[in-house]
């Protein structure tokens, strides 16, 4: 596997470095999150996210956001954010799972979308809470039809919708697309069953709902079909569930991945819907025989709908890598058929990236998907998969602590480039931990909802992600909207944008959706985003909300001003060796070069600001081994980025600072 990784590298007030090596530090006023040796936390064994089954906070009263004392420096703060109201909903649950999808929009219909349950005050021939309902917007979110209701279960209701607008094959009438919900099924308001597949044609004909209980599933039982709903121009719609027993609260097991796949039905109208379980066999825990898999997975299809990928986060039973990576099923039929495309080591990606380990054996150091921070994928215009997530680092072989990583809150998206490579992108960090919903008062947590889009083209991704201020909260408990965008084809990406800090709507972003698919406008790549707020009158949890359509997510072309800059195992042609000892160190460091001939050397000391803090022009150095001494006496402690130019080629070290 060639490492070819070019790393974004995000401060928290300023412009984004692309780096080529590792981590590097924010500003002290970031309260430093990236710093040797991280934060040592153990991995959690997964626990999938369900609303309280019972639910008594009569008494709790939301606590209100503190006030911002001083703002910080205003330099990736734009604030150019607006807000549209959707709906309603009775209270946040159907919002909980971040890899679901919500928010949606359809390109050939252009046509957004937003699934949740029932809105407040809307009556229908069934009318519980576990309605399912799609709002859609003609006009790019300016105004919003609310008036679709999607499923009518009376006995047994939904919950954790996904829903996506789908255009049956030669459709060309936006409001003769389709409202595609998959939800699963609570029976008796306690026990889990299979799940509910449902379509509304968009100007409320043609209604059609299948529920498929697990008693009569025709592949395999499943849970929770509610994971990463996708459809493409060929019409079809996919959404991933699980052969998991969430009713089982004590040794739950997953017995694979159940893949649903929707074809549209000329004839009768509606969707034909067939299921295909993918199991796959993880390496066991020692200690309780447990699976090793953080996650339930997600899927991602190509703007087609006919290549598409699963990714599972765990350790293989055949190729176990020792840290949870990703395993990646690919099918290329629409999903006729799938295969196991990829079960290999990613540590080459990230070797160097991390600071060393100070263990006696450092070759153990590697990367562990670290999912406290959510999980998605979208599929580029070469049909190549990204995967967006938190990558941390792992330390030890020993058996005791294969669950512990060293978190330091780095999102990477990592992808298959048109040449079969894999890469690493570094999209960001996240400045705070996840949020258990103690400072706000509710049941539930929430995290930074990891999201990933693609342009209209597919040869951009937009990251986005909650986060707060770390002047106001060391959890992400006040959130708001950072957005980094990519383009694959120049080579280039934007600086770390803050889309509502400063403005009206501050630390105020809660449960975050992006659509997988954004439009094209003047040049712009522009993203349709939702978030909620409480509108209850003690703002938790259990009361209503209203959800928002998020305006005013984009990318100019003028903002893609960064080139990717080579990777570490890409050295410039006349690099023989680089090397950079003692690191870490207190204050000066050795930078030793291998030179295969004579060259001029300028060495740059470089902050997550992308600041260059400290630059020398060593001038020309002979051929063979030159060290270089750098002097780091009056930097605080974290990790910087040394770029070091060769002629007129450039490669990177990272370096630890410890004071």
Known sequence: MKKNVPLINLGRAGSILLAACCLAILPASAQNRVMAPGKLVKAKKIVAPTEPKVQNFTNKTAKPAPVRKSTPGSGNQIATATKVDIATSANIYGSLVAEGTLGAYNPTLDVISYTNRKAIGNTFPVNNSGVIQTHVSYDKGLTWDTTLAITQ??????????????????????????????????????????????????????????????????????????????????????????????????????????????????????????????????????????????????????????????????????????????????????????????????????????????????????????????????????????????????????????????????????????????????????????????????????????????????????????????????????????????????????????????????????????????????????????????????????????HEFVGGLEFTSNDFTNPFITSLNELPNNLNTIVLYPNPTASLSNLMLDLKSGSNVMVNVVNSLGQTISSQNFGFRAAGSNNLQLDLSEVSSGLYIIQVMIGNEWTSKVLSVQK
């Open 153 to 546: 279960n009376a006995t047994d209701p939904n919950r954790y919708p996904n829903g996506v607008v789908a255009n049956p094959p030669g459709n060309t009438t936006p409001n003769q697309g389709y409202a595609v919900v998959s939800a699963p099924i609570i029976v008796g308001g306690a026990t889990w069953d299979g799940g509910t597949f449902a379509s509304l044609r968009l100007d409320n004909q043609n209604a059609s709902q299948l529920n498929i209980y697990n008693a009569s599933a025709p592949v395999t039982p499943q849970y929770m079909p509610r994971l990463g709903m996708c459809t493409g121009t060929n019409g079809n719609v996919y959404v991933l569930g699980s052969n998991y027993d969430f009713n089982n609260t004590t040794n739950p097991y997953f017995d694979g991945a159940v893949i649903n796949k929707g074809v549209w039905d000329a004839a009768n109208n509606n969707y034909t819907w067939t299921q295909t379980l993918i199991y796959h066999a993880f390496s066991q825990d020692p200690a309780d025989g447990s699976q090793n898999f953080s996650s339930l997975g997600t899927i991602a299809f190509s703007q087609d709908g006919v290549t598409g990928y699963l990714v599972l986060i765990g350790r293989d039973s055949i190729n176990d890598h020792q840290a949870p990576m990703p395993i990646v099923y690919r099918t290329t039929d629409a999903g006729a058929t799938w295969s196991l495309y990829y079960t290999g080591d990613f540590s080459p990606l990230f070797q160097g990236f991390f600071p060393a380990s100070s263990a006696a054996n450092p070759a153990v150091d590697r990367p562990f998907w670290n999912l406290q921070n959510s999980l998605d994928a979208q599929v580029d215009a070469n049909g190549k998969i990204h995967i967006l997530c938190e990558v941390s680092a792992a330390y030890s072989n020993d058996a005791d602590s294969l669950n512990f990583l060293n978190s330091y809150g780095t999102v990477f998206d990592v992808y298959e480039d048109n040449s079969g490579n894999w890469n690493a992108l570094w999209v960001g960090t996240v400045l705070t931990d996840p949020e258990d919903g103690t400072n706000l008062n509710w049941a539930v947590g929430t995290d930074a909802r990891l999201q990933i889009t693609r342009s209209a083209d597919a040869t951009k991704m937009g990251y986005f992600w909650m986060d707060t201020d770390t002047l106001i909260a060391a959890t992400n408990a006040y959130p708001n909207i950072i957005g980094v965008a990519a383009d694959f084809t120049t080579q280039t990406y934007t600086n770390e944008i803050n889309f509502t800090a400063g403005g009206n709507y501050d630390g105020s972003n809660y449960w975050l959706y992006v659509a997988g698919d954004s439009w094209a406008a003047n040049g712009n790549f522009v993203v349709p985003g939702m978030t909620s707020r409480s509108i209850g009158a003690t703002g938790t949890d259990t009361e209503p909300w209203m």
